[in-house]
């Protein structure tokens, strides 16, 4: 069977219009996983830099991983980075690009196990750029390892008898590990289960673009995200784990938020 | 540093400094280490003075991806560090060579294996024109021998890194970064300006599509998992690679009717200047051939003198040069070779027995 083309997905005759494309997203059927958040994700960040108006002098740094491929999806000129190393790409690009939005797309191995050091020098710095953080607690491109966020008693192809506190340690919290910078404008932890979560998660995303833009510092959004094939769960499945295993691991909330009319909190 | 606007008293070091922010360096990004420090130190006023960019890294590795980064967008720039620090760096440098990004990396190198010490070796031979990182990929290596080669091939540089959207490493020794001496700041035959570069660059950079008229977003990466593509993308790396080699520079000196040519780089190529010359005086038939690039290497230079001549390739390493110079040679004369050892600071007069061992054919 083909892929559908960008014509067969406009509405037929009869058919009415409730959900639309933008400009910033294109077309193309991602290569994504049934049920993946990245699409969730995807739309989000594309709808975000739409209404923002500032697609046209965005550049997308892509990391390695499920999240590689970014640059196939978005409208907007990207550079891919190694693997950990976006946000000292993204220093780079904001540093000879000063006029330009930065922001990077990565998950949770890339960004919180070989990028820990590049992320939170970053960070520290202040680097005008948005970090986008696909929390789903394993290693999606490479099949289902352990991924620094993986929970314990997880069972991943490299935990096989769960994740253990005395063997690989507990999972990282990297909201609130980058909400204590002084560099950091904005740190907040969303997730991507329910309607209501995903407004919330829009609305941080948003923040976490606007306080670059204006000039305040490193903005972050962790989404935490479903991983059905790799968690071995349909997606309904998937999304009742975030709910109820994930959320309560990693709490939800906005950890740090210098933007205008925001409330400063403390990690 | 002191002197006139135009000639300066300066180590190498700082002649890189100069070279950079006089042929339109804008960033650099680095990460601390001997004997390089008066590169970044000198840098971090130089450059935000011209309205520049001054990072200092957390690690070469982030040094490395942050000038990946700056080249992707067009911008000159640059980093520096030293044997080591560049081994952390190969990763962002194979990178940079699969996406076709621009850079230039100075490694001021030192002695190794692992910590090695802070003196002069010739050790990262291999590692700079070898490729260095993974996959197969070049980098154009250019050899000063002097604090004014120093300054004069900070432009050279960022031609060739424009010209071939390719990173382009200067590799010296902890001799040519400490020792100073007159430098001319005068843009050499060849400089390209700012506008030059923005020209070479403006088909591919990223920058916001919004700046250009067809807008449509661009993309510089270095996966191709397709059937087939990653073949042809190195097989147009390949083909780069190949019209690089007519970038190879050398010079020789008294070569003519030398029986003997020593072929040395760098440092060694400047001691050993003075080691020939007094060689010569005595009536010894011996000339010097130090190439400039070492990668391109000129194969040429080598494969024009071998009929009737012999070799002698001295290097500050356990033997590293010397194999291109026989690749090059291809058996059409005899190649001998001698080493000196890192960190060891060899004389003019120390390398007189050597070369006369040789000239023997000893």
Same mark, same amino acid.
Request: proline fraction near 6%.
């Given at each position: ?43 989000? *960040?594309?709808? *975000? ?110 935990? *096989? ?92 909330? *906005? ?13 | ?89 190969? %990763? ?154 007519? %970038? ?7 070569? %003519? ?106």
């Amino acid at each position: 069977m083909n892929a559908p083309t960008a014509e067969d997905l406009r509405p037929r005759e009869g058919e009415e219009l409730v959900f639309d494309t933008n400009p910033v997203l294109n077309e193309r059927v991602t290569h994504y996983c049934p049920g993946c958040h990245h699409g969730i994700a995807h739309r989000l *960040v594309s709808e *975000v830099l739409n209404e923002l108006g500032v697609a046209p002098r965005t550049i997308l740094v892509a990391a390695v991983g499920c999240a590689t491929f970014t640059y196939d999806y978005f409208n907007v000129d990207s550079v891919e980075a190694p693997h950990g190393r976006a946000c000292a790409v993204a220093t780079g690009v904001r540093r000879a690009r000063p006029e330009a939005v930065v922001f990077t797309y990565q998950g949770d191995g890339d960004m919180a196990a070989i990028g820990t050091g590049e992320s939170i020098h970053a960070a520290n710095r202040g680097e005008r750029i948005t970090a986008v953080f696909v929390n789903n607690t394993v290693y999606g491109m490479t099949g289902g390892q352990m991924a620094p966020t993986t929970l314990l008693g997880q069972k991943t192809t490299t935990t *096989v008898q769960g994740r253990n506190m005395g063997n690989e340690g507990g999972p990282i919290r990297f909201c609130e590990l980058l909400a204590q910078l002084d560099g950091v404008a904005y740190a907040a932890r969303c997730a991507l289960d329910t309607v209501k979560h995903v407004r919330e998660a829009k609305r941080a995303l948003r923040k976490a673009f606007e306080v670059q833009i204006d000039g305040l510092g490193f903005g972050f959004v962790e989404f935490l995200s479903g991983c059905p094939t790799n968690w071995h769960m349909d997606p309904i499945a998937a999304n009742k784990r975030i709910a109820e295993v994930m959320i309560p691991a990693f709490p939800l909330g *906005v950890f740090k938020d210098r933007s205008k009319g925001g409330e400063a909190k403390d990690a | 540093m002191s002197g006139t606007p135009e000639r300066v008293l300066a180590k190498g070091n700082e002649a890189l400094a100069f070279g950079a922010v006089d042929a339109g360096c804008v960033c650099y990004f680095g990460y601390p280490i001997t004997p390089q420090n008066e590169v970044p130190e000198a840098l971090s006023t130089l450059l935000p003075e011209r309205g520049g960019r001054f990072v200092q890294a957390e690690s070469e590795v982030g040094a490395i991806n942050m000038l990946l980064g700056a080249g992707a967008c067009g911008i000159p720039s640059m980093t520096s560090s030293s044997s080591c620090g560049i081994s952390l760096m190969q %990763e962002g440098i194979s990178y940079m060579a699969g996406s076709h990004v621009p850079g230039v990396i100075v490694n001021m190198s030192r002695g190794g294996p692992g910590l090695g010490d802070i003196g002069p070796s010739q050790g990262d031979y291999f590692q700079a024109t070898k490729g260095g990182g993974h996959g197969d990929h070049r980098n154009l290596v250019l050899a000063p021998s002097t604090a004014q080669e120093c300054y004069d091939f900070m432009f050279k540089a960022f031609a060739l890194a424009f010209k071939y959207a390719n990173p382009v490493m200067v590799l010296g020794d902890a001799v040519i970064a400490q020792v100073k001496e007159p430098v001319r700041r005068t843009p050499p035959p060849g400089a390209l300006s700012r506008e030059e570069l923005d020209a070479l660059c403006s088909p591919w950079r990223i920058e916001g599509y919004g700046a250009r008229p067809n807008g449509s977003p661009r993309l510089l990466k270095s996966v191709y998992l397709a059937e087939g593509a990653l073949a042809a993308r190195n097989e147009l790396l390949m083909k780069k690679y190949q019209e690089m080699r007519k %970038e190879a520079s050398f010079e020789t000196e008294a070569v %003519e009717d030398a029986e003997l040519v020593v072929v040395a780089f760098g440092s060694m190529a400047r001691i050993l200047r003075s080691t020939l010359r007094h060689l010569r005086a005595e009536g010894h038939k011996v000339g010097l051939l130090r190439p400039k690039t070492l990668y391109p290497f000129p194969d040429e230079a080598f494969r024009d003198l071998a009929p009737g001549r012999r070799f002698l390739v001295v290097e500050q390493n356990a033997g590293q040069m010397v194999e291109d110079v026989r690749l090059a040679v291809n058996g059409a004369a005899k190649v001998d070779w001698h080493g000196v050892m890192p960190c060891i600071f060899a004389t003019a007069g120390d390398l007189a027995r050597p070369v006369l061992l040789a000239l023997k054919g000893a």
